[in-house]
């Protein structure tokens, strides 16, 4: 990629993921209205994009069926790029996330993502109710072969899906004599380990590494992908996103109390309990044992948290090593106002607006461009 890929000051591209956060005490419908909120938001203070991931059976996230909100949001926006980070593949019908994506590119050409992850995004009770099996992770290189498939309308003779088309796409428009090439959404490789590293580069696809999880060796496995990749058809090069959990806010003491709500939600789930994001004040008089404090101090620095500066500091500090070509900030907290702040202080720090982040190449601009 070229240098094009900066966004304002920052040495990235700067993208925005929200995973629609529903702290206790707040209505659904707030929640969505708060992500509607966000994506404007990004998409006028020049983000590059706009993600949501998929997630099922958590109070705190309401990202369920992240393509039904990005339908909404095409509506609400004009030109961020907008996509999901990801849709974990193993969990659906690979003809059905070509058919739905294959819409929402026809709703908003040019403007969609789709990041494929084989992660359950959930527990396994709620994985074996989605029909997920035992072995789904093994089948996913599989899964994503056949999608991509569906989305360009390739599978070879003999195949027994030869005759079977993902409508809107390709074979569509030739059926109704229709110019042109449906070009399908960007698609992406999602990971945190080698694994997804060396799928990405085999496919020549975009690679985005999530950090937010833990502490996963993003070096080790950008430099899997840059040694490994393959160009195709969508991209002549690597390309590399790093997303990360962050909170910024004016006050540095309200951004640490807003991480640290994030991160009792983490320690409720190795708890085995639901992952809800609690009001800051009964996390602070959580009167934890020493082995949680520790976890809840463990996530509330994984979680990068401060001022506009300092929180712009840890994100070049990652990119120094890891030579990202995009940071996408995953805003926690359970409050919405502060996720909306955390867009703006970062906004703010690098001289964003809507001329500099949109106009970062596609994987398709790349290849055009050579």
Do not use: C
């Not at 195709?232 to 309200?254: F, I, K, N, Q």
């Not at 990068?304 to 300092?310: A, I, K, S």
């Not at 805003?331 to 202080?345: D, I, K, P, Q, W």
């Amino acid at each position: 990629m070229s240098s094009a890929s900066a966004a304002g000051t920052a040495p990235f591209a700067l993208s925005v993921l929200d995973n629609a956060h529903t702290a206790v005490g707040q209505d659904i419908t707030e929640a969505f209205e708060g992500v509607i909120d966000l994506a404007r938001r990004s998409e006028r203070r020049g983000y590059r994009r706009f993600w949501m991931s998929e997630h099922h059976a958590m109070p705190g996230a309401a990202t369920s069926s992240p393509q039904l909100m990005l339908a909404r949001l095409i509506a609400e926006t004009s030109s961020i790029r907008l996509g999901a980070g990801g849709i974990m593949l193993p969990n659906h019908a690979p003809l059905i996330i070509a058919e739905q994506f294959g819409k929402l590119e026809a709703l908003a050409p040019g403007r969609i993502d789709l990041g494929l992850g084989r992660a359950p995004g959930t527990d396994t009770s709620t994985a074996a109710a989605l029909r997920r099996g035992h072995d789904a992770n093994d089948h996913f290189p599989a899964q994503v072969d056949e999608l991509l498939r569906f989305l360009a309308d390739e599978f070879p003779e003999g195949h027994p899906y030869r005759n079977v088309h993902a409508v809107p796409g390709p074979w569509q428009n030739q059926e109704n004599r229709v110019p042109g090439i449906t070009t399908g959404p960007d698609t992406w490789i999602l990971g945190s380990s080698p694994y997804s590293a060396q799928l990405a580069a085999q496919l020549g696809r975009p690679y985005a590494f999530a950090l937010q999880f833990g502490e996963a060796d993003v070096e080790t496995a950008f430099r899997i992908y840059r040694n490994n990749f393959q160009p195709s058809d969508v991209l002549d090069e690597p390309y590399t996103l790093v997303s990360l959990g962050v909170v910024a806010h004016d006050d540095a003491e309200e951004a640490h109390r807003q991480a640290r709500t994030a991160a009792m939600a983490m320690l409720r789930m190795l708890k085995r309990q639901s992952y809800s994001l609690l009001p800051p004040d009964e996390v602070a008089s959580y009167a934890g044992t020493l082995q949680e404090e520790q976890i809840l101090d463990l996530y509330t620095r994984r979680f990068v948290n401060g001022t506009g500066p300092q929180v712009a500091a840890s994100l070049e500090s990652l990119h120094e090593r890891t030579d990202a070509d995009e940071i996408m900030l995953v805003t926690m907290g359970a409050s919405r106002a502060v996720h909306a702040r955390t867009v703006e202080l970062i906004a703010d720090h690098y001289d964003l607006d809507a001329s500099t982040g949109t106009d970062v190449p596609t994987a398709a601009d790349a290849t055009a461009a050579g």
